[in-house]
């Protein structure tokens, strides 16, 4: 690895993990150090992008900023990633370092292959890549089979699909860490600690380092200066696919809408509307801003599983209209029509 490159760190972790909080907390505690950040999410509408470009941070203008919102990177590497990646070199003031947050229905693998590309080989390594795992989730068993459930419908039907297109990815997206963070520690005991760890260690790959972490507080040093070079070691971290002697990676499994959102007469009353869409309907993940009466600044939602998150960033801008937008993403074949009506209020 050449000492003349700008290092890069690839933050992956499926849906809901607490990717953005940690780079954001990274931002607010750079150290001095200059960051590029490309944001990469699934569906049309750049949460994540303007969650951070919020966030005002002297690591970071927005211009260090570039979103891409035309679905999961590792499938755009051409298209997207390349030309995303040769912007950010061609600006006159040098970055220290490049961070990607990935979708989290990406892949790191093919992203990480990319860094090969000759346009990008000489002047910029992958520094190590981050797994963000969200630690109550796995607690809850979101992540892996009911094992006696599968050999009963194995026995029932030989002949039925029994893969799991989330569990797949959350291994696939273990696999690939040379660093895994236990997030959400905060709602997990030392044992729960234990336990997690234990169980994503079963699918990572060897001399993977792992700490825990509460509301992304994580120190700049332990996310950044890994040197792993891991574009160069990328094969022997395969994903479930390649294993099997498959190349092809898709995502029909998932499928993510915007739905327009009414203002709502307080945060409250917003979040009692998205508890009703999570418990009516198979949604894994929701985001967005929303309008709120009387409040000049925007409504951040955030839901993962059964949790809700809200909080006032900054406010609207002129330009803006107060509709509110919430990007919804959930497994093939979820009722767009019912979730959209019942968010619009």
Not at 15 to 41: D, M, S, W
Request: proline share 4%.
């Amino acid at each position: 690895m050449s000492d003349h490159k700008i290092p890069a760190t690839v933050v992956t972790g499926f849906l809901g993990a607490g990717k953005t909080t940690i780079i954001r907390h990274l931002l607010e505690n750079a150290g001095g150090r200059k960051i590029a950040l490309i944001v990469n999410e699934f569906g049309d509408v750049g949460v994540d992008g303007e969650v951070l470009k919020a966030c005002a941070s002297e690591a970071c203008d927005e211009d260090d900023i570039v979103e891409l919102a035309n679905g999961c990177i590792c499938c755009t590497v051409a298209d997207d990633f390349i030309p995303a990646m040769e912007k950010i070199l061609a600006r006159p003031q040098a970055v220290d370092h490049i961070v990607i947050e990935t979708s989290g229905l990406a892949l790191p693998q093919p992203l990480v292959r990319a860094f090969r590309w000759p346009e990008i080989a000489t002047r910029v390594t992958v520094d190590g890549v981050v797994t963000v795992i969200d630690g109550p989730a796995v607690r809850e068993g979101r992540f892996a089979h009911d094992e006696e459930a599968l050999a009963a419908q194995r026995a029932a039907d030989p002949n039925l699909d029994h893969e799991d297109p989330i569990e797949e990815l959350f291994e696939d997206q273990v696999r690939a860490a040379d660093l895994l963070v236990v997030h959400k520690a905060d709602m997990l005991t030392e044992a729960e600690i234990a336990s997690v760890r234990a169980a994503v260690l079963e699918h990572s790959s060897d001399g993977v380092r792992v700490v825990s972490a509460a509301r992304g507080a994580l120190p700049a040093d332990v996310l950044l200066g890994i040197a792993s070079g891991v574009e160069d070691k990328i094969e022997s971290r395969p994903t479930t696919h390649e294993m099997e002697g498959e190349v092809q990676h898709d995502h029909d499994d998932f499928e993510s809408f915007i739905a327009p959102t009414s203002e709502a007469a307080d945060a409250a009353e917003l979040e009692a509307r998205v508890r009703h869409v999570l418990d009516a309907h198979d949604v894994l993940r929701l985001k967005g801003f929303v309008a709120v009466k009387n409040k000049s600044a925007r409504l951040v939602v955030q839901a993962v599983g059964t949790r809700i998150e809200t909080y006032f960033d900054r406010p609207w801008r002129a330009e803006e209209s107060r509709e509110g937008r919430l990007v919804v993403i959930g497994e093939k074949g979820v009722d767009q029509a019912a979730i959209a009506a019942a968010l619009r209020g």
